[in-house]
């Protein structure tokens, strides 16, 4: 694996140590280096581009950019610029680019960005996920307070800290001894449309131990030689997918895999060559993915298919 996955890449210093500085806010705004993104329901602006060009992230000087209900310090850029997100209302997105091609998701785009653009994207994301879901204290229900450039929600009740979460879940490559990958079809998928097997770590659990039982509960086989692939953020809204691969154990036929019938419906081996023969008949994980990449690592080269 001689690339990370499309949303592992980052090329800015996220500058911890600067979301603790009381003035923080006021320092950015004062300096004429900053520069802001600008996240509008879950999609970031992005500059004027032309059918030849990849995608690119508009960074705005502060300027008159509106007041927002949720600024987040990125860190700085490689020239030391500070960069932070800023998460504006529909009238305020509207105002500022009317043009609703301007706005786009990170998993469109996130495979054609720069290494700076989707780590910054990636990142702002993950954090306004974390905001619009925990806006209260866990322990008294008192409204938190932003506080650290974005980074911690305190209680004014208890004084209590919040930060961050990301939800761990293994995704695995599972193979048989003739080479084949064990893909699955979800039962909120099309049944033609098809990935890796995947599932959330539970408490308790080693990720290692969380790769088996996964593959037992969604394809009743059990597998074991399991290797550590890579590892990619997924902010849709707050996981942090970790790839593995894993071989099915001694003695069990192939054929004997068998979908739980609740998460997945289908499941079937594919060769390269199934791959290749594939066509329209078989969708497979988009661009933007850590499925496409292990996918693609096993294959050997890109795949082309990028319909999901």
Known sequence: MTTPPPLSRAAIDRDAARRESESLWSDL????????????RGRALLTERTEDTAPRLALLPVGDLPSSALRLYLGRDADGSPIEARIVSDDDAEAIEPEELRWAGLRAIAS??????????????ALANWHSTHTHCPRCGTPTDVIQGGWVRRCPADDSQ?????????????????????????????????????????????LEAAVVREIAEEAGVVVGDVRYLGSQPWPFPASIML????????????????????EILHLRWFSRDDIREAG?????????????????????????DDRW
């Open 112 to 125: 054609e960005l720069s290494d700076r653009d989707a780590g910054l994207v990636t990142e702002a994301l």
């Open 29 to 40: 705004d004062a300096d004429a280096s900053t520069r802001v993104m600008l996240l509008s």
């Open 280 to 304: 329209d008949d078989v969708v497979l994980p988009g661009s933007s993915s850590i499925a496409r990449w292990i996918l693609e690592d096993w294959y050997g080269a890109p795949i082309e």
């Open 243 to 262: 790839g593995f691969e894993a071989r099915i154990a001694a003695g069990t036929v192939p054929e004997s895999a068998t979908p739980d019938g609740v």
């Open 162 to 206: 919040h930060f961050p979460r990301t939800d761990p879940a293994v995704i695995v490559r599972v193979m048989d001894d003739a080479g084949r990958v064990l893909l699955g079809s979800n039962a909120l998928w099309a049944a033609n449309r098809y990935s890796l097997l995947a599932g959330f770590v539970e408490p308790g659990e080693s």
